[in-house]
């Protein structure tokens, strides 16, 4: 009775100091234990994706790879595989697992090691969110209570759900939805039993156990975990025996891009970063929407490279990368040698690596890195004539073996035919920005020939001397001081002493050829550097530099000489798009953008951007706007805006139309009295609402073209990243056989070919869109060779647009003693 007595006190005893350790233990880590708030509002690291303006992925930041999934869109094979596998007993314990708690305890009792045994998904939940993967009692014990409070907070889907979005999988897939995408490129769904159990056995070791890197590892824990699912019976004895002899088929899986565009992607995640800080941006799961269309920015990818690399064949091969062996001294490699020496090759943008196996009369036969065998037409080897230097290329090759030998390893693309061209990494670099002139909306934006090769975007990092281009907004600034575009300068040689420098400054037309007595519209769409500095030097050095700073540029690009006329102002292309855009608009500093809005990872519109537009705050009445930002999740209303007005109307109509004469011309070429604009090549589109310019700065270092109609305006610049080298002289046409050089790169030759293709595209369709005259112009039949008034209705006079009092009063007279007489008429008459 007393032993009784004894052993019930002691039980007591024990009891109460088990509740007192617990109570004890509980207001501990009670600290630790998250709030129902928290549990509820738990945020997956979830990556920022950015995606075209038209809905399609083109990349994604973020350490960790992560699609998140509703329980429902789980499918319950693989629901089976993790409980099977994980916690057999999950939905029947209230957070741990008594049995399994006793079965770990004996194993520390016998062999003195802490492992990590019994636990739960619940408790696995409770330490990835909340706890460190630390082996030590205390952790344990939080882990314990926090599981059991999840439990008493969530039901089991709820848990189910969060864990299974959360866990580890390797390669950096976190969730069993990057799972799928990064191991087999499917979703959920579409995977098959052997490959879900390859997914539920790697939590245990997502490293060790990896499929791609341990294939033999990850396929016997995939079969155990098939055998735990077998006893448990959630598949048949069929099931299994078919699962387990199905083969390893995990390979690496990028994200799902739609539309490969790096540098529009890197400009959003460089923004994202300055606005919400790394660490947010790249785990909130934020939906970056931008403001370029797939199409237009296909298209401008394509136009860039494609341009790039005519401009490298005009130029001539430079070679092999290498020479595997010698064919006189060595034998051949074999095609596992071949494709051993290829694997690490790494492979630019649309190029193939390859090696030559054999060299006939006209063909080559190339082995791919990939190891299919081609072979290299006639057609598609005969443009390569030897590179000598940028100014010189060899004379045309007439066999395949003047071109290449038997090892030599080359770069191939494909053509449109999907045969395979010659080719090589293209030496010069380029740029190309397009956007909507009545918002600033980016449509399109590339930065370079590759990402890869550089991640330096010459669209808005690259400031180069812009050339020719700075023309239009010289006669922008020559208008406004009250030339017109009649005004008649000499297109004459200048020959100017210069004191401080000891030399003489003769700027001259490129080419120098000179027409004397000369019409504005004609200079400028004749690209006559004379004329420009004759006009810088009437408007003055100070006011034409002050008028520029108007179109945005910065003031210390703007150098202060005259050699400003000529273009040696610096500017990035996205600068000179702006500034151009202003002609295109009617007279507006519109704001590029290239976010139009901002999601958080529910969908919850977090920004929508609110440009300025090309108005005047009279035509705000006759409007009405339904753009909203968000800021801080608080949404507000806000009305439409508009962009600064920087010229007049008139003055940016009447540029723009001198720029469509650049690429129209004009006179008669009946009467031997036409001319061409220097951008004629724009012709091509057979468009009439299209202006344009072109720029080439001293030794073809820097070439451009800009164009625009009223809804697009698009600006391209080619050269070479190291400002000093000049883009050379070249065989321009196809005469491959001659030998002959056809003349320097230029801004027609070089830049508007990008142009002219890139705009072709995304023209094709639409309307026409020309630039109609604003109110405030008047249009009068002039001559054309004094710019005065005419009474002539043939090939000497054509009708030219004034401001209104700006016309010209006088006529001309055919008599040669008395060239002109004054006209008693209005210029409403006139009109």
């Not at 399994?100 to 004996?106: D, E, P, Q």
Request: charged share 20%; proline share 5%; aromatic share 10%.
């Amino acid at each position: 009775m007393i032993l009784l007595k004894r052993t019930l006190q002691f039980i007591i005893i024990c009891a109460l100091i088990g509740l007192i350790t617990l109570f004890s233990l509980y207001y501990y880590v009670k600290p630790d234990i998250p709030s129902v708030q928290v549990l509820k509002d738990v945020q997956l690291q979830t990556p920022m994706q950015v995606f075209t303006k038209d809905g399609l992925l083109i990349n994604q930041f973020g350490e960790k790879r992560r699609i998140p999934v509703t329980i429902e869109q789980i499918p319950q094979p693989l629901i089976d595989a993790f409980i099977a596998t994980e916690d057999s007993r999950f939905y029947d314990h209230m957070g741990i697992d008594p049995i399994g708690i006793v079965r770990s305890a004996l194993v520390l009792i016998s062999t003195g090691e802490k492992k990590q045994g019994a636990s739960t998904i619940t408790m696995q939940l409770a330490r990835n969110f909340f706890l460190t993967r630390e082996k030590a009692y205390i952790r344990k014990v939080k882990e314990i209570f926090i599981a059991i409070h999840i439990e008493n907070l969530l039901s089991k889907n709820e848990i189910l759900e969060l864990y299974l979005n959360k866990i580890e999988l390797g390669n950096r897939a976190f969730g069993i939805g990057a799972a799928a995408q990064v191991y087999y490129g499917k979703q959920l769904h579409e995977l098959s039993l052997a490959q879900m159990a390859m997914i539920a056995g790697l939590p245990k070791a997502p490293s060790a156990l990896n499929p791609i890197r341990n294939p033999e590892r990850a396929k016997a824990r995939r079969n155990v975990v098939l055998g735990r699912m077998l006893s448990e019976k959630y598949i048949t004895s069929s099931q299994y025996n078919d699962a387990i002899n199905q083969p390893i088929t995990a390979v690496y899986h990028g994200a799902e891009i739609d539309l490969y565009a790096p540098y529009i992607s890197e400009m959003v995640r460089a923004e994202m970063v300055a606005r919400y800080g790394s660490d947010k941006a790249y785990n909130s799961g934020f939906k970056v929407f931008t403001s370029v269309e797939s199409q237009v920015q296909q298209a401008a990818q394509t136009a860039l490279v494609n341009n790039l690399h005519n401009y490298d064949m005009r130029h001539g091969f430079r070679g092999p990368e290498r020479l595997l062996w010698d064919a006189d001294s060595q034998p051949p490699f074999t095609t596992s040698q071949i494709l051993n020496a290829l694997k690490d090759v790494y492979e630019l943008g649309d190029l193939h690596a390859g090696v030559v196996v054999a060299v006939n009369e006209k063909t080559a036969d190339v082995i791919l890195k990939n190891g299919q065998q081609t072979t290299l037409t006639w057609d598609n080897l005969k443009w390569a004539r030897k590179f000598i230097t940028r100014y010189r290329q060899s004379f045309a090759p007439k066999v395949a073996s003047d071109i290449l030998v038997p090892g030599a390893q080359i770069w191939l693309r494909k053509n449109t035919d999907n045969s395979y061209l010659l080719s090589q990494i293209p030496e010069a670099s380029s740029a190309l920005v397009s956007l909507d002139p009545q918002d600033g909306r980016i449509k399109a934006i590339v930065g370079g020939y590759s990402f890869e090769q550089s991640q330096f975007n010459r669209a808005v990092q690259a400031k180069r001397q812009v050339g020719s281009n700075i023309k239009p907004f010289i006669y922008s600034a020559a208008l406004e001081k009250g030339y017109t575009l009649a005004s008649i300068l000499n297109d004459a040689p200048i020959n100017q002493w210069d004191k401080s420098q000891g030399i003489a400054w003769r700027p001259k037309n490129s080419p120098a050829v000179y027409n004397g007595p000369i019409r504005i519209r004609r200079a400028l769409a004749q690209s006559k550097n004379v004329i420009s500095v004759r006009l810088l030097r009437g408007v003055g050095l100070q006011r034409t530099a002050d008028h520029l700073l108007k179109f945005g540029f910065q003031n210390q690009d703007i150098n202060r000489s005259e050699s400003l006329a000529l273009g040696s102002a610096s500017i990035t292309p996205l600068e000179l798009a702006r500034g151009m855009s202003a002609f295109a608009n009617g007279g507006h500093l519109i704001e590029p953008y290239f976010i139009t809005e901002i999601q958080d990872a529910f969908g919850n519109q977090l920004f929508k951007t609110n440009p300025k537009l090309a108005c005047d705050d009279s035509q705000l009445s006759l409007a009405s706007s339904t753009l909203t930002s968000v800021s801080d999740e608080v949404e507000t209303q806000q009305p439409i805006q508009c962009a600064p007005r920087i010229i007049s109307k008139q003055n940016a109509f009447l540029i723009a139309d001198a720029m469509h004469s650049a690429i129209w011309g004009g006179g008669s070429w009946t009467h031997k009295t036409g001319w061409s604009g220097t951008a004629w090549r724009a012709q091509a589109l057979e468009r009439r609402d299209l202006a344009g310019k072109t720029g080439t700065t001293n030794n073809s270092v820097d070439t451009w073209f800009s164009g625009f109609n009223r809804n697009v305006l698009t600006s391209v610049w080619v050269g070479f990243d190291n400002p000093g080298n000049p883009l050379g002289r070249s065989t321009y046409n196809n005469n491959l056989d001659s030998g002959q050089i056809s003349g320097a790169e230029s801004g027609a030759k070089t830049a508007q070919p990008a142009w002219n293709k890139f705009m072709k595209l995304v023209l094709a369709g639409q309307p026409e869109a020309p630039i109609e005259p604003p109110e405030g112009l008047v249009s009068i039949r002039i001559d054309l060779a004094t710019g005065l008034l005419s009474h002539k209705n043939d090939y000497t006079s054509r009708f030219e647009y004034f401001e209104k009092g700006t016309a010209p009063t006088k006529y001309v007279l055919s008599q040669p003693s008395d060239i002109f007489e004054e006209s008693t008429k209005t210029e409403e008459e006139l009109f």
